[in-house]
């Protein structure tokens, strides 16, 4: 082992055992009252919650990025155009801005109605007994995902080949059909990383709520520090949960990774692999008549 390596690998190992050390022997960590309360109902209903604000929220997300990314490669300039000021507006001001905002909604519109535009309404309430802590939380934390999401799809189509789309419509798909049978699953090996990286960030954003009294995890140990003043312990409590969760998230990103890779190994490069995908998008056998007239 070269010099500059072993040095290397004792100026880390020093480091390790030192943060231990400094982790272990620190009284005002107080790692008792980490264990007290790394499961008590309070923490472990502020986790659940965390994991709902994350998967609805995501789950908007990517229905709007998706929307918003094929709407961004639209031919039309109206289409394309108001993808990109979607994206530039909820990219361009800060998430914790669009939470508070969508809280004092009731501010611009003290009722909220559904109806014909510019004509009668049929459905109206007030508006704060709609917008939530929680209907707020997952509106902001949705919307602004959909402007991410937006663009990593966008990347992932641009990511295919237009050989891939021009071969589609020879045999007779339509846009809209080539581009859900074809491009789209393509991309999806392009799109996924960033998805899984993009779906950790969210489950930490949800942290932001906090400041609209909504009780994710955060603010649950947030409530419990402000009567004990444990606030270091509390704070670990939360870091630790934080941890366990985005590890398991990784995992899963990471055999996704491995099996969209092995499919898309699985699937001969070329003219022919091209050919063949587009005959399983048409649902004809390879030696159909109208395969071989193309």
Known sequence: MRPARVLAVIAVGLGAAMLVHALVTNPNFQWSVVGQYLTTNTIVVGVLTTLELTVLSMAIGIALGVVLGVMSQSANALVSGAGWLYVWFFRGTPLLVQIIFWYNLASLYPKVSVGIPFGPSFVHGATNSMITPFAAAVLSLGLNEGAYMAEIVRGGLLGVDRGQAEAAHSLG??????????????????????????????????????????????????????????????????????????????????????????????????????????????????????????
């Open 173 to 294: 798909l339509t846009r809209f059909q080539a581009m859900r049978r074809i491009i789209l699953p393509q991309a999806m090996r392009l799109i996924v990383p960033p998805t899984g990286n993009q779906t950790i960030s969210m489950l930490k954003s949800t942290a932001l709520v906090s400041v609209i009294s909504m009780t994710e995890l955060l603010h649950a140990v947030q409530q419990i520090y402000a009567t004990t003043y444990q606030t270091i312990p509390l704070l670990i409590v939360a870091s630790l949960w934080y941890l366990a969760v985005t590890s398991v998230l990784s995992v899963g990103q990471y055999f996704l990774e491995r099996k969209l890779g092995r499919g898309n190994r699985s699937h001969a490069s070329g003219r022919g692999g091209l050919v063949r995908q587009i005959i399983r998008a048409l649902r004809v056998r390879p030696d159909s008549p109208e395969v071989s007239a193309s």
